[in-house]
């Protein structure tokens, strides 16, 4: 059988619809070899799916890995928000475990201030409901499903386009980790760091490439995920240019959020030889081999 290697997927431990089992069975049943677990700002969804990986001779095999909040320079000098991939890296480094400590409680706050300002226009949502149906790092796509159950809005899509999106009526900002910090705080953890989706237009601002190089030539940024569904042919060159020419690691994936999103798992994947540098450049925990106790 041939690699199928997929590096960015959300289970219900963050933003996605799938448990950390169900994300497992998804890439089972989607013929994918490797396997990344990276929910937003938390780890909680690990021990889950490595129980599930390890209790599974069929199952791929288990990065273990987390997207992180952080802020960039965007292209118009302001800041912007940054996604950053974090992959096999210490969980029980002191400074990363506290950093997302404090995420996820921003996550909280934003989101109980978002709340605030929905019900001040009538909106009835229940933000205890909301966060404990969030689990591990609560986020705005838990609001946006409340909302088409409360019957507001027809999609979960629709209530990003209508309410929720980057300066919206009820959007709030939250305090992002600086992306330079990030990138340190995870190299120091023995991980690997990957910006992801850097060119994804249609989010909004972008960060300015200008940023990439910085990381790129200070020796601790590992990669850049170059093919993902947000990237038009153009720009995933662009970063596979940049990729190539300061010696970062290319990923692929598919950002699989189950029905959040309709991107199937495995929409885009990762070349087995970049796959191998990542994990040769790791230090911090290895990967979970299917079927075994390793």
Known sequence: ??????????????????????????????????LALTDHDTTTGWAEAERVVRSRPDAPTLVRGMEMSCTGRGEDGDPVTVHLLAYLFDADDRA?????????AERDTRLRSMIGKMAAAGYAVDADEILA??????????????????????SVGDAFEDLLKTGGRFYV????????????????????????HARARRRGRLLHLDHILDLAR??????????????????AELLRGIARKHGLIVTGSSDYHGTNKTTPIAARTTDPDQYAALVDRATGIDVVLPGSSR
Request: aromatic fraction near 0%; proline fraction near 5%.
């Open 1 to 34: 059988m041939s690699d199928c290697i997929d590096l960015h997927t959300h289970s219900t431990e963050s933003d996605g619809t799938d448990s950390p089992t169900g994300v497992v069975e998804a890439a089972i049943d989607a013929g994918v070899t490797v």
């Open 96 to 104: 990363l475990k506290e950093e997302r400590r404090r995420l996820r």
């Open 133 to 154: 149906e969030a689990g591990g790092s609560a986020g705005r796509p838990h609001l946006a499903r409340a909302l088409v159950k409360l019957g507001v809005v027809a």
């Open 173 to 196: 900002e939250k305090a992002d980790t600086p992306l330079d910090d990030a990138v340190a705080m995870i190299a120091a953890a023995g991980g690997v760091s990957v910006i992801a």
């Open 218 to 235: 200070g020796g601790l940024l590992g990669g850049l995920e170059v093919d993902h569904p947000d990237h038009d042919p153009a720009d």
